[in-house]
């Protein structure tokens, strides 16, 4: 069964091994979980998956697999007689329940009274004292009380009645779906390069240990600076025209950046790169920042990282002037090969579907400038994308 299992976690493109299984195959022999569904979801899960955008994968995977269990308790009623139910039932009731259960007749009194009201009763009941329901006195039902009587249905306050695995809680972290700002923060912390600055404000715990065993015991705190992510980046935005529909997602983007890069500059441009870009929206023609002037402010060990869909004019980016905005004297390619060589990691973020770039020019025309280092504005793509900055 785990076998199938596995190869059904493989199918959906979860990247399990053998080691995953044999981890699992040992903790079940060491009966860490035992008889209980969801128990079994959750340690399996964190046995078999070491990635959490793969959750909602393990999710469809595990209930195609196990969703037939679901009819086991009928199979034991079937299968297991009655008589030997009773019995075993009995020998684990102390003389105290022994005792309980004969004020109302006797077990099989109790018994056929449940069977008489489930006939009798047609609806739901809540609270009460006869009828079988929830909250009540009654000697059947759930979530009530009653010194001695049948609990009907799953405990409800203890238990979970939904299959976890149907579920789907975890549908967003998957990698090819779109983001949220939690998902983007994930993939932006791949390019990380961390520093030691500033003051003395954190606890070195490997170094206090260290210190206060060659100090005979005595507590000798250690603190150093704390850690900053030292990557720097500049940020560019694509605003207005095709953009439009793609606003909550870049703003998203924009907002998870600013979180996770101290050192981070932006502007905004439209369409395509030319001699300026600004930092404010309502004053774009009046306050602009010349790219050179970015190029000789920055370092060459920024980061550069373009957002925008690359969709437009193919003239717009091969021809002096084709510009949809102001008369641009060079051609967008000229500054574009500008930016790539005073830069030496240069990416293309784009918010289209990857698979449909091959239908517009200027994609096709954006990607060739970049070498294709474009990248899809989903939790894969940025991961891509990240990994190739951080080298």
Known sequence: MLINFFQGLRDVGVPVTSRELLDLVHGLQQKIVFANMDDFYYFSRACMVKDEKYFDRFDRAFGLHFKDLEALDDIIEVLIPDDWLRSEFMKN??????????????????????KKRLEEQKKRHQGGNKWIGTGGTSPFGQEGFHPEGIRVGPNGRNRKAVKVWEKRDYANLDDSVELGTRNIKMAL?????????????????????????????????????????????????????SMDPHVKICEELFSAARTEFKHMEYFYFHNFIYESVWK???????????????????????????????????????????????????????WMRRLSSTYDKVIWINPVPEEEWEYTQSIVMTRQLLEGRMYPLNLKGLEEGMAYLSK
């Open 93 to 114: 009731l102390s003389e105290e329940d022994k005792a309980k259960i004969e004020t109302l007749g006797g077990l099989e009194k109790l018994i056929e009274e449940f």
């Open 189 to 241: 912390r791949r390019l990380r390069r961390f520093a030691r600055t500033g003051a003395a404000e954190q606890l070195d715990l490997d170094d206090t240990i260290r210190s206060t065993a060659r100090n005979a015991g005595l507590l000798d705190i250690k603190m150093v600076p704390e850690r900053h992510n030292a990557v720097k980046v500049l940020l560019f935005f694509d605003v207005g025209g």
């Open 280 to 334: 404010n929206n309502i004053r774009r023609h009046n306050e602009r920042t010349p790219i050179l002037d970015i190029m000789h402010k920055y370092a060459h060990d920024y980061k550069v990282v373009l957002v925008g869909d690359a969709s437009m004019s193919p003239y717009e980016i091969a021809q002096p002037g084709g510009s949809v905005e102001h008369w641009n004297e060079e051609a967008g390619e000229v």
